[in-house]
Antibody, heavy 120, light 107 residues
Framework: QVQLVESGGGVVQPGRSLRLSCAAS????????MHWVRQAPGKGLEWVAV????????SYPDSVKGRFTISRDNSKNTLYLQMNSLRSEDTGIYYC?????????????WGKGTTVTVSS | DIQMTQSPSSLSASVGDRVTITCQASQDISKDLNWYQQKPGKAPKLLIY???NLERGVPSRFSGSGSGTDFTFTISSLQPEDIATYYC?????????FGGGTKVEIK
């Protein structure tokens, strides 16, 4: 079945780095765009990044631009999120998600999430 | 950035009631709007795309309408399993943005 499994979350000090991974299975990974969406404790959803199916187009909101980098390895069916210069406001659950299109349209598959805590 | 304003932020209704949630965009987004359901402790789930298209497998009591800046999400007959927070999300322009959410509870 279609599945996304995130890993790499944990507790990290402010200013440090963390890399999240998302293993995809049950579908042809290379033809779909992929997203990261996060949720701070008790708060709503915040879109973090999108990467086109072939890795040629990507975008971020201002809140993470210049600090986070989304990438993918289509040969390994894996999505990544490199997070640098982490801040306390980056704390939350990070969801890997599949878009229905090659770049962005609607998110039709979500992982269960991995938790990132930025704290000294 | 396009701001998405949902209302109400929470509501309480009885089983069988009709529930309506509104979402307003800060600029014209045509029909580039999706609706998601998030149950407590779970990942979000797509319910409606393109403002009014029901995702496969989603019960027909859920529906969406609207275009431009004003959108409506409706549950025609609230069921106990519909307890969740509902989010609208625009994809007309990057960055993608979500509404603040509407928490639906049973009275």
């Amino acid at each position: 079945q279609v599945q996304l499994v995130e890993s790499g979350g944990g507790v990290v000090q402010p200013g440090r780095s963390l890399r999240l991974s998302c293993a995809a299975s049950g579908f042809t990974f290379r033809i779909y765009a992929m997203h990261w969406v996060r949720q701070a404790p008790g708060k709503g959803l915040e879109w973090v990044a999108v990467l086109s199916h072939d890795g040629s187009r990507k975008s971020y909101p201002d809140s993470v631009k210049g600090r986070f980098t989304i990438s993918r390895d289509n040969s390994k069916n894996t999505l990544y999120l490199q997070m640098n210069s982490l801040r306390s406001e980056d704390t939350g659950i990070y969801y890997c998600a599949r878009d229905a299109a090659e770049y962005y349209y609607y998110i039709d598959v979500w992982g269960k999430g991995t938790t990132v805590t930025v704290s000294s | 950035d396009i701001q998405m304003t949902q209302s109400p932020s929470s509501l309480s209704a009885s089983v069988g009631d009709r529930v309506t949630i509104t979402c307003q965009a800060s600029q014209d987004i045509s029909k580039d709007l999706n609706w998601y359901q998030q149950k407590p402790g779970k990942a979000p789930k797509l319910l409606i795309y393109d403002a009014s298209n029901l995702e496969r497998g989603v019960p027909s009591r859920f529906s969406g309408s609207g275009s431009g800046t004003d959108f409506t999400f409706t549950i025609s007959s609230l069921q106990p399993e519909d307890i969740a927070t509902y989010y609208c999300q625009q994809f007309d322009n990057l960055p993608l943005t979500f509404g603040g959410g509407t928490k639906v509870e049973i009275k």
